[in-house]
């Protein structure tokens, strides 16, 4: 009960510390582009038109809201995150108290068979935690886009939760939960499974270096992962404010799309075409696939990641 309690608390910290940078994300996601490029130059010394970075994003939102605008659907997202570090644990605890139940049914397992097993315990925990609170997930996002149209629709948790079941019912509160299931799935998996060939077969056993290298070798396939499966965190997201009345989720930031299959292949095609028209698929608003969604179009000679030092496309 105290880990669980304290892993709330840090959670809840880390939630409100990462918020404005969630904000500037869920906005750049939708297309939303309030400030105009500026040129300066790469690492390499060329010009390049830079879009706006996660600052200029910050000061722009407290100059329209004040301070206490970065903080918009940190409600939700607080009981998001807590009550999903509870769910997650209690369906931790209940494999672990199934387990000591059965000590006859122990047998030694090899160490692939136990990454399989804790995998796939984990996958059934982050799944049930993300079910049970994507309905506060939906409302953080929506209290974030209502900065583009300046709408008050979402004003509160509670308000939010009798607005959204009013206007589309039960399923509105898990708009985008099928690809951000996948997308949480895939990425575990991707995740353990290339951290266990990495640790098993391309580190030697018995050298301290590379028993360190393989303390940090999770954390590497987990970025790596991540951005594999970026593309179902920026359909879900997409999804989950998409035609719910406000002007983030409308034309000329979004059309209106039937499915979650239908935002992915419309995603897909826009990539498709910048590809084939620019030769640089990152400068259109298909770009969002980048990982953290920081390749966006302007048109101009070379478009630079905006809160990045490196990596310019030339048209």
């Not at 996958?123 to 709408?151: D, K, N, W, Y």
């Amino acid at each position: 009960m105290e880990n669980a309690a304290s892993q709330v608390l840090l959670g809840s910290g880390l939630t409100v510390l990462s918020q404005p940078l969630m904000y500037v994300k869920v906005l750049v996601q939708v297309g939303y582009e309030p400030l105009p490029p500026t040129l300066g130059r790469n690492i390499f010394g060329r010009q390049v038109y830079q879009l706006p970075g996660l600052f200029s994003y910050a000061k722009h939102i407290i100059k329209v809201d004040g301070r206490a605008g970065l903080f918009k659907g940190l409600t939700p997202r607080l009981c998001s995150s807590a009550i999903g570090t509870v769910v997650h644990s209690k369906v931790l605890q209940r494999y672990q108290e199934a387990e000591k139940a059965e000590p006859g049914a122990r047998r030694k397992e090899s160490s692939l068979e136990q990454v399989l097993k804790e995998t796939s315990q984990e996958m059934v925990a982050r799944s049930a935690a993300t079910l049970i609170t994507h309905p506060f997930h939906v409302i953080t996002l929506r209290c974030m886009v209502q900065f583009i149209g300046r709408e008050t629709k979402y004003s509160g948790t509670l308000s939010a939760f009798a607005t959204i079941y009013r206007e589309e019912g039960i399923l509105g509160f898990f708009a985008g939960l099928i690809p951000r299931l996948l997308g949480d799935i895939l990425s575990l998996w991707l995740c353990n499974m290339l951290a266990y060939l990495i640790n098993t077969y391309a580190l030697e056993n018995g050298v301290s270096a590379m028993t360190e290298m393989k303390s940090y070798s999770q954390a590497v396939t987990g970025f790596f992962a991540s951005m594999l499966t970026y593309p179902f965190v920026l359909v879900s997201n997409l999804m989950a404010v998409n035609n719910c009345g406000l002007a983030g989720g409308l034309l000329p930031y979004a059309p209106t799309y039937s499915s979650w299959l239908d935002c992915w292949s419309q995603l897909q095609r826009e990539v498709s075409a910048g590809a084939g028209m620019l030769q640089t698929p990152g400068t259109l608003r298909g770009a969002r696939w980048e990982p953290h969604g920081v390749w966006r179009g302007h048109p101009g000679p070379f478009v630079a990641p905006p809160w990045s030092f490196s990596l310019s496309r030339a048209t």
